[in-house]
């Protein structure tokens, strides 16, 4: 696997549910963020992290809740969520914070019931 | 209020010609802004960069200028082709925090045969 990975591509879920996205970069980066992309509005920043350590949090509700176990993978922790939570999650990295270009996922196209 | 505003409408472009693609903002400070295309389905991906102190900047058959006074930023793709369809995203970087990367809600370009 190359380049930053995400699974699962598809997530349906009902708002009672917990889930988990996983995000995994094969770069050797310490920046890790995610974003949320709805339709028709620009991506969102949601959470950054750097070496392992939060450094933005962009006023996410706490139904979101991020997970940084090393500097290669990244995961998000969704319960209770919204039908207006519905949108496409992006996992991004970079080496370091600042002026470095970001590699993105796929994405995890998420809908919720 | 702070914004960011790229094209609002769809561009549509005959094959060999320019295509010229605007992103203003107001209020920001912006460290250096990026370029990122983004195809149906898949993450952005990084295209170029351009810091405040700079005023062109190149690459192949792109071409990214930045005036701080105007606030503005153009992109450039000479001799177009119908591969270049895709939707083109700007994003500022702040002065106040590098990892504060704040995106525009693209321009979906179109290259017609």
């Known amino acids: 696997e190359t380049g930053v990975t995400q699974t699962p591509r598809h997530l349906v879920m009902g708002m009672t549910n917990k889930k988990s996205l996983k995000c995994e970069q094969h770069?050797?980066?310490?920046?890790m963020y995610w974003y949320k992309q709805s339709a028709k509005k620009p991506l969102e920043l949601m959470f950054v992290y750097s070496l392992e350590e939060r450094v933005e949090n962009n006023s996410v509700p706490s139904r979101f809740s991020p997970e940084c176990p090393n500097s290669s993978h990244l995961f998000l922790h969704l319960h209770t969520l919204q039908p207006e939570d519905s949108a496409l999650y992006l996992c991004?990295?970079?080496?370091?914070?600042?002026?470095?270009?970001?590699?993105f996922g796929p994405g995890t196209r998420l809908t919720v019931l | 209020s702070q914004k960011i505003e790229q094209n609002s409408e769809a561009l549509n472009i005959q094959e060999g010609k320019t295509a010229t693609l605007t992103c203003n903002y107001t209020?920001?400070?912006?460290?250096?802004l990026q370029w990122y295309r983004q195809d149906p389905g898949r993450g952005p991906v990084f295209l170029l960069l351009?810091?405040?102190?700079?005023k062109e900047k190149r690459k192949e058959r792109l071409k990214v200028t930045f005036d701080t006074t105007l606030k503005q930023s153009l992109f450039h793709i000479t001799a177009s082709q119908p591969a270049d369809s895709a939707t083109y995203l700007c994003a500022l970087a702040l002065y106040s925090s590098a990892s504060k990367i704040i995106f525009g809600s693209g321009t979906r370009l179109s290259i017609r045969p």
């Open positions: 351009i810091r405040e102190n700079e």
């Open positions: 209020n920001y400070s912006p460290a250096y």
């Open positions: 770069l050797g980066h310490n920046a």
């Open positions: 991004a990295s970079s080496q370091d914070l600042g002026d470095n270009e970001q590699f």
